[in-house]
Every structure is written in structure tokens, then in C-alpha cells.
């Protein structure tokens, strides 16, 4: 198994105006995501809002980013699920259409109770689909669970064979390094969270999953480039841009709001399905103008 390498997106699911998915438009957000410089697909992750789209829902969108992503880089597929069942069934599919990786996040209903019952969990879960490299989702921020992520990951180790790293998306760099370095870097731990780049870059991070990399791939690839050459300004320049970017989008509903800077590029990708907040048109034009203000357009 490779390991997994740059900036891989976290993949938006388009949808229609109605809600119902629109799989149409999987083929050209693949093709600006890989024209843009993007390693790798997260597909029916947070961000594709997989929670929120059926089993069957779920299977139609990996199918379709399989047969548009077509082998040119990876996909990790995003299974988990509060029914263990459905996260299975979704695993085998997954596998069974060539994901390269099955990711997963705990049950976040009834919180998992300890390290032993999360093995548990994830033993179950990553059965299902033997033969596929399995990744924790690690996103304590929406699934509430807070468990000891670097006893998870060494008791996870020892039990799961396919388990070969983790999606850490928190914030704690220490306890990435932590992760890191179990067992002289068994683990193939990637970094979640797109504002904080160059730290974890710094911490030795050689892979990142998110959604911002959906529309500013290209100001990323500067981090990574000034970083690895060790520009050091220049990359705390880039970063401070992303960081701008991320606080005008944060203004509004977070993912609904991407999606709209993803019409905005071309990608016409529709709203988010409830719980997610709908985007005003007044909303839409103040964060067209906001977003060039600070010259991202
Ligand atoms: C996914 O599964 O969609 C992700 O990769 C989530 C990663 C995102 N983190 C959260 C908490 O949603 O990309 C980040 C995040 O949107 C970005 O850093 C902006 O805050």
C-alpha cells in the first residue's frame, strides 16, 4: 500500500436545486479539482456531506467519482456510519468498485464509549472490506468523541490488519507528531485541517485532506513549494492568505458557502441538504464581493 501524498480535496457532492444529487456535474468538478493540482479525492466525507445522503445515495456518488476520477489519483472513501451494518455495507461496496481506501468516523450518536469498544467498532467496520487499506476519520469537533486518539491508534493497530492510518482533523500538532512517530511511523497520518498547513508541514505532515482544496489547490501547492524549499516568509504568506480566505468564507454558512465559490469558479455544485443553512442571493453577492476584496478572484 503507498502512502498517500499532497493535496487531496475533500470532495463537495453536487446537488440540485431540489436536493436530489446531481451526478452529472461529478465529471467536471473531478477534472477542475485534477486541473488544478490536487492528489488524491475524500469523497462522502464532512464535506461531501455523506451523512446527510442514503446508503444508496452514498454508493451512487462513489460509483460516480470512480468511473470520473478513472485510476488518475486515489480515492478514500468515507463510510461511517451510526448504524455499524450500513457502515459495513458501504465498505464492501467501496471496495468493490476499486476504492483505493475505506475511511471511516466512529458511531457519533451514543458516544463510543472507551478505546477498547472504538477498536471494536472499527474491527467490525474494517472487516467488511479485508483487503482495502482503512483509515480512522478522527473529527472529535462533529462527532463528540474525544477518545485518546494515540492509544486508539496503537490498541487499532495491533487488531485491525487493513488499518493503515489516520485522517486526523483537530488541531492538537503535538498529538499529530505523537501519531506520527507510533512504532517509527507505522502509520500514515493525514492532517485535516487546511488553515494550519504549514504547521503540520513542519511537523511532518506529507499528506492533507480538505475542502478548501477544492477551490484554492493552486495557493496550497505555494505553501508546500516555499515550505519544502525553505522559504519561510513565503510560506507564512501563503498560509495568512488561506487564512483570510477561509475567515471571509466562515462569514456565512461554511459549506454551503464553498459551494457557491465553486459556482463561482464554474462547478455549479447547488446548496447543501438540511441541517445546512441555504445561502441568501444577498449573502451569495457579499461573499462574491468580500472574496475579491482580498483578491481571491
Ligand atoms: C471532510 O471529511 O470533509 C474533511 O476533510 C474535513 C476537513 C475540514 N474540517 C472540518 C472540521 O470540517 O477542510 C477542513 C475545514 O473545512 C477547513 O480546514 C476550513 O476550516
Redesign the pocket.
Known sequence: HERLSGLIA?TYTPLKTNGDLNLDQIPPLVDHLLGSGVTGM?VC????EGMSLSTGERKQVTGAFMQAVNRRVPVIV?VGHNSLADARDLAQHAAEVGADAVSATCPSYFKVSDVPTLVDCMADLASAAPDTPFYY?H?P??TGSSLDIVDFMRRGGDRIGNMVGL?Y?DTKLHEFLECLTIDDGRFDIVW????MLLGALATGANAA????YNIAAPLYRQIIDAFTRGDMNAARQHQLRSVQM?RTI?QFP?HPAMKEVLGMLGIECGPCRLPQKRLSPGDTNRLMEDLQAIDFF
Open positions: 475533500a475524500y466525507g464532512s464535506t461531501g468515507q476519520y473529527i469537533s462533529l485522517k482533523t485535516g485541517c487546511d488553515e485532506i480538505g475542502s478548501t477561509i466562515y461554511f
